[in-house]
């Protein structure tokens, strides 16, 4: 399960019945558009949730993580079986910072931090985002379906 750590306190979500909007990102870079069919967390329960107890994830797919407002957060494996990258992007769409992330399955567990403010968080299996040539500076488009 992915938490993400904020000013508030989140804490995590003990049932597994937290349901997901879905959508596209697409990943402007100046080579190509990356299409990812999402699912999408903007709500407490959702962020807490996460990817949390999920076994795989399919190559093209992910999860957004939306803010109203620039947030200064963390995210941590806690109980997520899936090596991730995590793309942070600002008010405008455009990438910040782009972290790999770790499974795990007992505390401690790493806590990765950004360093940024950001808007939005696209999760995904680890290294997506480099064999689709996305860095820092591409653009996230979100489109709800």
Known sequence: MLRLATALSVTAVLSGSVTFPHGRALIRTPQSTVTVRIEIAETTAQLQQGLMGRRSL????????????????????????????????????????????????????????PHVAFRGALEVNR??????????????TIRRT
């Open 127 to 140: 290294g997506a985002f480099a064999r689709w040539g996305v860095h820092r500076g591409a653009v996230v």
């Open 58 to 113: 399919a190559p093209r797919n992910g999860m957004a993580f939306l803010f109203a407002t620039d947030t200064r957060g963390r995210f941590w494996m806690k109980d997520t079986t899936i090596p991730l990258s995590i793309a942070f992007w600002g008010k405008a769409g455009r990438i910040l910072r782009i972290l790999d992330m770790a499974p795990c399955r007992t505390d401690p567990c790493k806590v990765y931090d």
